[in-house]
């Protein structure tokens, strides 16, 4: 369902609130995958997998084992396909801590 003119001017000023205010926050959701492109290499994944199962069907059934190879690496290719993209890499936003700042002077025994 798209949104009403005043709904996208109102998204519209939280991304540029939320980019004036968190920056690193902002960058990081701007680089979200959405369902949909999950969604279609959930289903390449499947596919590609499938298919490398029938091709090692048909190398048993025609005595190839080079078609047999061939299959299982279509059905590793399919796996890699499925699997999602390393997400970026975060950076540690807590300030280092302050050397002049009292320790507390309990230690573990």
Do not use: C, Y
């Amino acid at each position: 369902m798209p949104l009403s003119d005043e709904e996208r001017s109102r998204f519209d000023e939280l991304a540029r609130r939320l980019a004036a205010e968190e920056p690193e926050l902002a960058q990081r959701l701007q680089h979200t995958i959405s369902p949909r492109r999950t969604s279609r290499r959930r289903k390449a994944a499947f596919v590609t997998i499938l298919g490398g199962i029938l091709i090692v069907l048909l190398s048993i059934a025609v005595s190839i084992p080079v078609v047999g190879i061939a299959g299982f690496l279509t059905m590793i290719a399919g796996g890699l396909i499925g699997t999602p993209p390393p997400r970026p890499e975060r950076t540690d936003v807590t300030p280092p801590a302050d050397p002049k700042a009292p320790r507390s002077n309990t230690t573990p025994h």
